[in-house]
């Protein structure tokens, strides 16, 4: 379910209307002040958090470009950022490891 609304009224239409027929998924990204309490209540079956993340890395990756340019060092920014070895780990890196001694000649 979708709305573009700033507030979940329509979603609490449609959920009364729809008497739990079968599961819902809401993206309250315009009605984010709407506790996740309320879905629940409504028989909202999942919420996905859909763009604040997404939103957050933007500011977050122009906050360090922008002291990166200024400070022209990345010294300053090495505490606000992750280190590559948790990148390799959300990759799931380990698998590319033992694909790697699989199929790769050994020298």
């Known amino acids: 379910m979708h709305s573009k609304r700033k507030d979940p009224s329509e979603i609490e239409a449609f959920m009364k209307a729809w008497k739990n027929q079968g ?7 315009n009605y984010y002040t709407t506790p996740t309490s309320h879905f629940r209540d409504m028989g909202v079956s999942m919420v996905i958090w859909a763009n604040h993340n997404l939103r957050a890395s933007v500011m977050a990756m122009q906050s360090v470009s922008a002291k990166i340019y200024k400070e022209q060092s990345l010294e300053g920014i090495q505490n606000q950022v992750t280190s590559v070895k948790e990148i390799f780990r959300l990759q799931n890196d380990q698998e590319l490891v033992e694909a790697e001694k699989k199929y790769l000649p050994s020298n």
């Open 23 to 29: 599961p819902v998924v809401i993206v309250p990204t």
